[in-house]
């Protein structure tokens, strides 16, 4: 069964709002018991299942505090999206191995997304704008 555009889009703003509050459980939620996540350049490189992921997360919402997201532009396809948004907010840890200093910051995101039958997303694979980190975090 193919999701509409809409049912793509609540579940992906679902996600997102569990990230704006740091809500572990809930953006496991969203995602398929067997999630494929990829987060490009991350350490770990692509897992596989909702406990590969969680640590991710745990670690996301350590470094960064305040988190919202302006969806610019996205693309659908046959239980697919693509989404190009910007977060903002403040990197209060150490966000992909940078010192935050509580300091202001924002990136561009870009997310490929695969859903399964049921809603759940089942491939999550996401490029950040690394260049505008490092930009935004200089270290002393």
Do not use: C
Not at 2 to 17: G, I, N, Y
Not at 96 to 102: A, I, M, V
């Amino acid at each position: 069964m193919s999701l509409s555009p809409e049912q793509m889009d609540r579940k992906l703003d679902e996600h997102f709002a569990f990230e704006a509050a740091d809500d572990v459980e809930g953006v496991l939620a969203t995602l398929s018991h067997d999630v494929e996540h990829d987060i490009v350049g991350w350490p770990t490189g692509p897992v596989r299942g909702q406990d590969a992921v969680r640590p991710f997360y745990e670690t996301l919402f350590g470094d960064l505090a305040n988190g919202r997201i302006e969806t610019r532009h996205r693309l659908y396809g046959d239980n697919f999206l693509v989404d190009d948004s910007l977060w903002r907010g403040t990197a209060t840890g150490t966000p992909f191995g940078l010192e935050g200093r509580g300091r202001p910051l924002e990136f561009r995101l870009l997310h490929v997304l695969e859903f399964a039958d049921g809603g759940e997303i089942s491939r999550e694979n996401v490029w950040i704008d690394l260049a505008a980190i490092i930009a935004q975090l200089p270290q002393d």
